[in-house]
Every structure is written in C-alpha cells, then in structure tokens.
C-alpha cells in the first residue's frame, strides 16, 4: 500500500523541541520532494487555511522554510530510510496544529517549492502550551 505515516506530535510546552517524522510505504522518495503543511485549529475559517511550512527536494536536499518557522525548523531527508524529518525547535503556541506531510514530483529553486503533491499522510498534531 502506498502511503505516508507521520508520527512524533504530541503536547510540549513553549520553548520546546519535536522532532516529526514522515516514513513512505509502498514507494520511494527519488527526484520527490517532500513538504510539512500545518492546519490550526479553527483553519475552516477563511483566512486560517493549511500553510506550507516547508519543504526538502530528495534529489539535491535544497530546502524552503516559511517566514514563521525559519531560524527554529529544520527539514531533512533519509533516502535510505524514506522518511523525512522536521526538527522544531523554540516552539510557540502558534506553531500548535495538524501537521501533515506530502510528496510528489517537482524542485526546490530559490527557495521555492514547486511541487504536484501526490500523495498525503494523515498528520500528527502539534500541541504547544504556553
């Protein structure tokens, strides 16, 4: 079956580090690049939609952070283990959300990604306490 799991959410108090796993089944991340999208709670609003937080090229490990996280996430890739991790750091009550991973054919330039999302994990939440 082909799929993404992420794992390693949970409740942390502001200040504090996570680190977020996203493992592929069922395929192998070559020339995919690889995005974390976060949705807040109350993001059904206009306005709160999924945010890109960032993303990795598995092919040449360039990387994209969104103004938010830059400086306190950092994103890499194993392509022996097909799993790409998120290390957040520094962690705030508004990083606190469902975080989901995604990956598809596409490059990361000018710290831009341009990607066609395939395929989608189910998240794992975030919770930040202040």
């Known amino acids: 079956e082909v799929q993404l799991v992420e794992s390693g959410g949970g409740l942390v108090q502001a200040g504090g580090s996570l680190r977020l796993s996203c493992t592929a089944s069922g395929f192998t991340f070559d020339n995919y690049v690889i995005g974390w999208f976060r949705q807040a709670p109350g993001s059904q609003v206009p306005g709160k939609e999924r945010e890109g937080v960032s993303c990795i090229s598995s092919r040449d490990g360039r990387t994209y952070y969104a103004q938010p996280v830059e400086g306190r996430f950092a994103i890499s890739v194993d392509n022996i283990k097909n799993t790409v991790y998120l290390q957040m750091n520094s962690l705030k009550p508004e990083d606190t959300a469902d975080y989901h991973c995604?990956?598809?054919?596409?490059?990361?330039?000018?710290?831009?990604?341009?990607?066609?999302?395939?395929?989608w994990g189910q998240g794992t939440q975030v919770t930040v306490s202040s």
């Open positions: 995604a990956a598809g054919p596409g490059n990361v330039e000018n710290s831009y990604c341009t990607v066609r999302y395939e395929k």
